[in-house]
């Protein structure tokens, strides 16, 4: 038995030796596989102390899900600090290139009392000093945080007895530098970081909101507030403290404190709007508030100096931020109005000028999404100001908010165009209003109105619209003005220019312009009085019309397409279809002629000068007035028209005129047939001289001629002038021609020349335009048949005719236009026929040698 006991000892000694002979020279293993455990490249040796070297260390275990609590890791970790003797007494060094554990790689390695680990997390480098007794002291010469380029220095002390560890660090990177301490005992932690220094804090936080998205929920509005809308020169924290229970996960949120600075701070709500600047601004976190502290803050130059600002429970779901905005000249200007737009709150207008005096209290619950995100209600006193609501000019206005309700009383406007005083009260909920408004004045190119009371309604829930129920004005200002009017005839007794055209009514008026510049007009079946007939015989005074106006150029188009027209700055053509216009000088007719490149074209137009009674149709007509100089052409039929007119300088010539175009001129039947031609030149209208010409026609209803016939008729001693075609089909003449002159109120007949078939007139005289008078000697000379069969008789042609181989007697007219006298010279003839025979019996061998 002895024997059997002795033989297992030895061989128990032997293995031991053999062991130690093994590990005292080194042992080295290419692999291990297992379930479980995989090793690498293995080595080991014991040489007074062991060494173990490994390239890769694999331990397969299953993840396990359910969480450690932190005091039962606390305690494992106690109990490895705790047999750290073993670690120093036993081992000399160990280092492991790869230890592969839960999928996270780890380089392990101690040596010398130093000791590393490094994974895609931190990089540690400690020096373990040896334990004394139950104290035990690291040296953390590198703690490198990777994520945030982070470098800790500091010590750690654990009291393996009490179980208390204490951490003292200093933290430093190319983006803050601050100092730690941080105690632990028993699942509690108390921690405070003092002594902070950053030019990048929107960069830090933007870093730990990253890495900590799927942990922090906050809105857009607050990252965007923390990470881009922060800015300062300088950032400074004297302390941040606070305590946690981590068994209990309890971390006392209330309890948090902290002081910071910022220097030259620019602190942006909306990405868009401009800064609010604050040379030095205080930051005071107490009890989940934060306090922005400042003497001196302003906003696009208005000062906010008695402004408050805070965040409160920063650290909860009801986060949010509280602003008390008061200033005497803020301006709500567009990127204020949006901002509050994307919290919620919508108003109906923006301030583009002037200085509010303001009192406004704001406050946003950041991830509130219930609608009641939220509050808000303020004061607010407007001077001179200009909003964007139909660029009112406010020069007076007390303006209310509360919560959902918006009012403005005695709001006093003033500009160029409008002088008028409203109350209004606005639903910002259901985005409605109501305006009780009075007009004052409203004076500007279309509408002068005074002393009128209305009732205005805004509606801003999609697009900001108004309306005037008593006018059936409605008005969309989305994109601009879009405007429709429906009772038009309301407004036409306050509007010039729609009397001034004489525009009675219409069924609708629709209005639309994105610049106030460029616009569309259309005006649907519109009733005015206008000097216009259709075709010379109906009335115009129904039409619809589309009117459009862009980049300065207009066009004017009718639905009946008589009237179109193309204005600009530089030209300005219209042109009229089958119209024809009644000209009343009496009633202001004359038009201003100093205009600049007017083009006017018609076809089938006509002029009737109803002063005159007298009218002018064309089948086409063009002309051109530019400076004071017209130059117009048109014809009728064979008829060609052109005019050239200057200050100083008149050309008409008229070519080939008919019997109708004299007689529709004249309104009367005045001649039959024939062919007729005008020509006037002058300087002017007062001066000028010209010729009428005439061929194979017959003069008919003629004043002067049915004047001329009744006279001869009363006349016994005339009836030799009587003939058919002179009485019935009228006064036959083969050609004529009158010429004629005018300086100022006197027109002369220099000469008339009628060569007829049974009756030649010549004649001379003048005519007084402004007395209307006139003055003519008319010789008639007529028995042409007659004479021409005497003057076929030899010697008793010269005794009866006499030289000139003719019968003739002198008329002369007097009187007024409208009642011409006629006085005839036929006595004085009848005396002189036997001198006259006498001295053709005597003149007779003179005549008979010629």
Do not use: C
Request: glycine share 4%; charged share 25%.
């Amino acid at each position: 038995m002895k024997k059997k006991i002795l033989y297992v000892l030895g061989v128990f000694g032997v293995l031991v030796f053999v062991s130690f002979l093994v590990l005292k020279n080194g042992i080295s293993i290419s692999s291990v596989h297992s379930n479980f455990l995989t090793l690498e490249q293995l080595y080991i040796k014991l040489d007074k102390k062991l060494i173990l070297r490994a390239k890769n260390i694999t331990l397969n275990l299953q993840n396990n899900k359910n969480s450690q609590n932190i005091d039962d890791t606390s305690k494992e970790l106690l109990e490895v600090v705790k047999n750290i003797n073993y670690l120093y007494m036993l081992v000399q060094e160990i280092d492991i290139a790869n230890f592969d554990f839960k999928d996270d790689h780890i380089r392990i390695l101690f040596k010398n009392d130093d000791f590393l680990v490094n994974n895609k997390l931190f990089l540690l480098k400690i020096n373990l000093q040896k334990p004394s007794e139950h104290l035990i002291n690291a040296d953390i010469k590198k703690l490198w945080i990777k994520d945030y380029n982070l470098s800790i220095e500091g010590n750690l002390d654990i009291d393996t007895k009490s179980q208390f560890y204490h951490f003292n660090a200093k933290a430093y990177s190319h983006l803050i530098d601050f100092n730690t301490s941080i105690s632990y005992k028993k699942g509690q932690m108390s921690y405070e970081i003092t002594n902070a220094n950053t030019k990048h804090l929107s960069q830090i936080l933007e870093q730990i909101l990253e890495q900590s998205q799927n942990k922090i929920a906050l809105s857009q509005h607050l990252t965007d507030l923390l990470t881009k809308g922060i800015k300062a020169e300088f950032y400074h924290i004297e302390y941040l403290k606070g305590f946690a229970d981590l068994k209990k996960q309890n971390y006392y949120l209330d309890e948090i404190q902290s002081s910071s600075f910022m220097q030259n701070a620019e602190i942006k709500l909306n990405h868009n709007m401009n800064a609010i600047k604050i040379p030095h601004l205080a930051l005071k976190l107490e009890a989940q508030r934060l306090d922005f502290n400042f003497d001196k803050a302003t906003y696009n130059g208005a000062n906010l100096d008695k402004s408050k600002i805070y965040l409160y429970d920063i650290f909860n779901k009801n986060i949010g931020m509280s602003l008390h905005i008061l200033s005497h000249n803020l301006k709500l200007d567009e990127k204020l109005f949006q901002l509050l737009k994307s919290y919620g709150l919508t108003l109906p207008f923006y301030q583009k000028s002037g200085a509010v005096k303001t009192d406004f209290n704001l406050k946003i619950a950041f991830l509130k999404t219930d609608g009641k995100n939220i509050q808000y209600n303020g004061e607010f006193e407007l001077k001179n100001a200009s909003l964007s609501l139909l660029d009112f000019n406010v020069t007076q206005a007390f303006v209310y908010l509360k919560q959902d309700d918006l009012k403005i009383e005695n709001a006093d406007v003033k500009n160029d165009f409008l002088e008028a005083h409203f109350d209004a009260n606005i639903d910002l909920l259901e985005k409605k209003g109501a305006f009780l408004t009075d007009i004052l004045r409203l004076h500007n190119e279309f509408i002068d109105m005074k002393n009128q009371k209305i009732n205005l309604n805004l509606d801003f829930s999609q697009a900001v619209k108004m309306s005037v129920p008593q006018w059936g004005l409605d008005m969309n200002f989305q994109q601009g003005l879009e405007a429709s009017l429906s009772k038009i005839s309301a407004l036409v007794p306050y509007a010039p220019l729609l009397q001034k055209f004489n525009l009675k009514n219409a069924s609708n008026v629709y209005y639309k312009s994105e610049n106030f510049k460029d616009f569309t007009l259309k005006i649907d079946e519109a009733q005015f009085k206008s000097d216009f007939l259709i075709a010379g015989k109906t009335p115009y005074e129904r039409d619809s019309f589309h009117i459009s106006n862009q980049n300065g150029k207009m066009q004017i188009h009718s639905k009946s397409n008589l009237v179109n027209a193309n204005l600009n700055k530089e030209n300005k053509e219209i042109h009229l279809n089958n119209l024809t216009y009644i000209y009343k000088k009496s009633e202001g007719g004359n038009f201003n002629i100093d205009q600049e490149n007017i083009v006017f074209g018609g076809a089938n137009f006509g002029i009737i000068l109803a002063d005159m009674n007298k009218t002018l149709q064309f089948d086409r007509i063009e002309a051109s007035l530019d400076k004071g100089i017209i130059n117009a052409k048109a014809n009728k039929n064979q008829a060609d028209f052109e005019l050239y007119y200057s200050p100083d300088d008149l050309k008409l010539e008229v070519k080939n005129m008919n019997d109708e175009f004299i007689n529709t001129f004249l309104q009367k039947q005045a001649v039959q047939d024939g062919v007729f031609n005008l020509n006037v030149k002058g300087s002017g209208l007062e001066f000028f001289s010209g010729q009428f010409e005439l061929k194979n026609t017959f003069l008919k209803d003629l004043k002067g001629i049915n004047a001329l016939i009744s006279f001869i008729d009363t006349v016994p001693s005339l009836l030799l002038f009587k003939s058919p075609t002179f009485n019935q089909k009228g006064l036959s003449l083969i050609e004529g021609k009158v010429v004629f002159n005018r300086k100022k109120d006197l027109l002369s007949i220099e000469a008339i020349n009628l060569n007829g078939e049974s009756v030649d007139i010549f004649g001379l005289g003048n005519a007084n335009l402004r007395l209307s008078t006139i003055d003519l000697d008319l010789e008639l000379k007529t028995l042409k048949s007659a004479s021409t069969a005497i003057s076929k008789v030899p010697f008793l042609n010269y005794v009866i005719l006499g030289k000139d181989q003719e019968i003739s007697t002198n008329l002369k007219i007097d009187g007024t236009f409208e009642d011409p006298k006629f006085h005839t010279q036929i006595l004085t003839d009848t005396l002189k026929t036997p001198f006259n025979l006498i001295k053709n019996i005597i003149q007779l061998p003179v005549n008979l040698f010629q």
